[in-house]
Structure formats: structure tokens, C-alpha cells
T-cell receptor, first 116, second 109 residues
Framework: GAGVSQSPSNKVTEKGKDVELRCDPI?????LYWYRQSLGQGLEFLIY????????KSGLPSDRFSAERTGGSVSTLTIQRTQQEDSAVYLC??????????????FGSGTQLSVL | SQQGEEDPQALSIQEGENATMNCSYK?????LQWYRQNSGRGLVHLIL?????REKHSGRLRVTLDTSKKSSSLLITASRAADTASYFC?????????FGTGTRLQVFP
């Protein structure tokens, strides 16, 4: 596709439910990143994929958070047993080159997650 | 934890004025980038400056980098109402970008 696509754009869920957030990176981009942004705050790094492997999962807040990437393309971020503090905008970004050679990131429009 | 801290947190100016935002970071870097965010959604890359560069220009944007002070500044000249947005600096940390806390810029017509 022309840009990074995220779905859904908005998700409202009840506390305790599981949610899946999807990211379609720019075609051919090998590196994929997930960030979280709470209202009025900066971006918090969650996880980074190079191809289908995740060399850096250091930002995942708890074991309720997991992510996978298949076929070196689409990624899914799953949050189990959602809590109100999980409410935030979840941003996905991709880059043609990852790791230490990484240059600029291309961001999707994000998923606004609201946990009631 | 976040690598960069921007100041000011918020800045309000009139159209035509210049806007200066500063970023400080903690560890050594390969490059520093600036991004813009409208309405709390996706970020757009503005400019990248390498650690061996001191100044870079792109249109109305001017970025400086002082690695000895671990700081950078973004200057927007002749601002426009359309420049209203949040601006973030980002530094590379091994294999990812770490973003600062951002400056919210409001440009009044």
C-alpha cells in the first residue's frame, strides 16, 4: 500500500476483554515498530520487528501484551484482559531498514483504544 | 523511559514569527530526528541530522545539534497557522527510536 495502515481506527472495549490491533506496513519495509501514546504524552516504545522476529520486546508493559508479525508484513498487537490504563493511541510505524541503520519511520494514523 | 525532553512544553506565537523548540537527550546517538504530529495521530518525519553534523536546513526548518551538550533545536521560520501541531525529537537507541515528550506549537493567524 501507499502508507502504513492501521485498523481499527477506534476501538471501545470493556475492562477485561481482549483486543487485537492490526498494522499493515508499507510494502517491502522490513522493520516494524509499535508505540503507545497516552493523552498529551510522548511516545512509549513497545516492540520492534525485523522481518518476523522481534529482537526488542523491552517496551511491552506486561505479559498481557503480545505481538506477532507474519510473512514479514502484517503485525498484530494483542492486549489480553484489558485495563483502563491501557487506554491510549497505539501507533505503528515501518522503516525500509531496521536496527542500527534505521532512518526515518513512516507512521500509521493509529488506533485509539478506550477501555471502559 | 524517554530519551529526549523537549522544551518548552507549549508555545504560542503569531503568524510570521519564528518558533524555536529545544530537545535534550541522555545517551550517545547516531542521529537525531524531528517529527510533527497533528491531532494526536500519526507522526510525520521532518528532518534527520547525523551526529557528525552541526546544522541542517530544509525549507523553513533549521535544525542544530550539539553533541557535547546532548541537545538539539528546531527553528521554524516565518510560521504559519498550518504549522500548529506537536513536534517531537527522536534519537536512535540501538535498534529503535526513542521519542521526547514533545512541544505543542500554536500559531495564531
Amino acid at each position: 500500500g501507499a502508507g502504513v495502515s492501521q485498523s481499527p481506527s477506534n476501538k471501545v472495549t470493556e475492562k477485561g476483554k481482549d483486543v487485537e490491533l492490526r498494522c499493515d506496513p508499507i510494502s517491502g519495509h522490513t522493520a516494524l515498530y509499535w508505540y503507545r501514546q497516552s493523552l498529551g504524552q510522548g511516545l512509549e516504545f513497545l516492540i520492534y520487528f525485523q522481518g518476523n522476529s522481534a529482537p526488542d520486546k523491552s517496551g511491552l508493559p506486561s505479559d498481557r501484551f503480545s505481538a506477532e508479525r507474519t510473512g514479514g508484513s502484517v503485525s498484530t498487537l494483542t492486549i489480553q484482559r484489558t485495563q483502563q490504563e491501557d487506554s491510549a493511541v497505539y501507533l505503528c510505524a515501518s522503516s525500509g531498514v531496521g536496527g542500527a541503520l534505521m532512518k526515518k519511520l513512516f507512521f500509521g494514523s493509529g488506533t485509539q483504544l478506550s477501555v471502559l | 523511559s524517554q530519551q529526549g525532553e523537549e522544551d518548552p512544553q507549549a508555545l504560542s506565537i503569531q503568524e510570521g514569527e519564528n518558533a524555536t523548540m529545544n530537545c535534550s537527550y541522555k545517551t550517545s546517538i547516531n542521529n537525531l530526528q524531528w517529527y510533527r504530529q497533528n491531532s494526536g495521530r500519526g507522526l510525520v518525519h521532518l528532518i534527520l541530522i547525523r551526529s557528525n553534523e552541526r546544522e541542517k536546513h530544509s525549507g523553513r526548518l533549521r535544525v542544530t545539534l550539539d553533541t557535547s551538550k546532548k541537545s538539539s533545536s528546531l527553528l521554524i521560520t516565518a510560521s504559519r497557522a498550518a504549522d500548529t501541531a506537536s513536534y517531537f525529537c527522536a534519537t536512535d537507541n540501538t535498534d529503535k527510536l526513542i521519542f521526547g515528550t514533545g512541544t505543542r506549537l500554536q500559531v495564531f493567524p
